[in-house]
């Protein structure tokens, strides 16, 4: 079973820092999403700001989102 989001923060350079149920904290670059028609809204830093947990996930308030198993996978754990 994979790992949940419990918590999100943007950060800088359109990074976000995601802490999970249980006990990691890791990093996802979204910048490599940015150029895909269903984030390029995403390049608006207020919207990209309004990421927030939504289930097993992330999503921002226009409706965008990461699949829970690529949330985990692809980002990068913090040492």
Known sequence: MRP???DVKPLDNYLL????DNGEQ???DVKPY???KAFEAL?????????KVSGLS???ANG???CPDE???DSKAIN
């Open 43 to 51: 390049n608006n830093k207020q919207l990209f700001n309004t990421v």
């Open 26 to 28: 890791k990093i996802f």
């Open 17 to 20: 820092l995601i802490s999970f």
């Open 34 to 36: 940015l150029s895909h």
């Open 4 to 6: 949940k989001a419990i």
């Open 71 to 73: 949330l985990y996978n």
């Open 64 to 66: 965008a989102d990461i």
């Open 58 to 60: 992330i999503a921002w």
